[in-house]
């Protein structure tokens, strides 16, 4: 059985219509269908790309064969040639502060992979209303990321106007995913 799937109409873009029922449901706030909200999944460069390039992964895909979303994701994070550490989500903060320490476009490179895990998790279940517990595994790392990048920045920067809305988007996305994760 081949479950009815869900992609953007190039004319309207990205929309509830052209979104699973269940991302519907657990993402019914506007910021997830915002293209321009660099703190929504799709809203980032990173995040966009990642939807397109998923969407045109998936209408590629052999009929009735059950796509594998974790390698898309691995093969998109190969493509961009990222020098991130395979691990890096998984290191304790003082190594993954000590990576950041060593290149100033490093916390660049990190942000580009964790928004590319995230919205390849939010993509899958945008179009397909369901969620592979490894790509789930790699958007949940993905977002305590950003959330301890969030934590960095405002150290950093402690006028920084959006700190508050990011972490917030943030924490609404980490709920959606474990909505997601009980369908």
């Not at 995040?47 to 994701?73: C, H, I, N």
Request: charged share 25%.
């Amino acid at each position: 059985m081949t479950a009815h799937l869900y992609f953007d109409d190039p004319e309207e873009g990205l929309a509830r219509s052209t979104s699973h029922p269940a991302f519907v449901r657990v993402a019914p706030q506007d910021f997830y269908y915002d293209c321009g909200d660099d703190f929504s999944p799709f809203g980032s460069d990173d995040g966009s790309d990642t939807l397109a390039a998923l969407e045109e992964w998936w209408q590629e895909q052999p009929e009735g064969k059950a796509p594998k979303v974790m390698r898309f994701l691995r093969q998109q994070l190969s493509d961009w040639d990222l020098p991130v550490p395979e691990d890096m989500l998984t290191r304790d903060d003082a190594a993954k502060a000590k990576w950041l320490a060593r290149d100033e476009m490093n916390q660049r490179y990190l942000q580009s992979v964790c928004r590319a895990r995230v919205a390849a998790a939010f993509g899958q279940l945008k179009i397909a209303g369901e969620l592979d517990a490894d790509v789930l595994q790699q958007a949940q790392l993905a977002l305590s990321c950003q959330q301890w990048l969030n934590t960095v920045a405002r150290s950093q920067h402690p006028d920084w106007e959006y700190a508050d809305q990011e972490s917030e988007r943030l924490a609404l996305m980490k709920a959606a995913l474990e909505s997601a994760s009980a369908l």
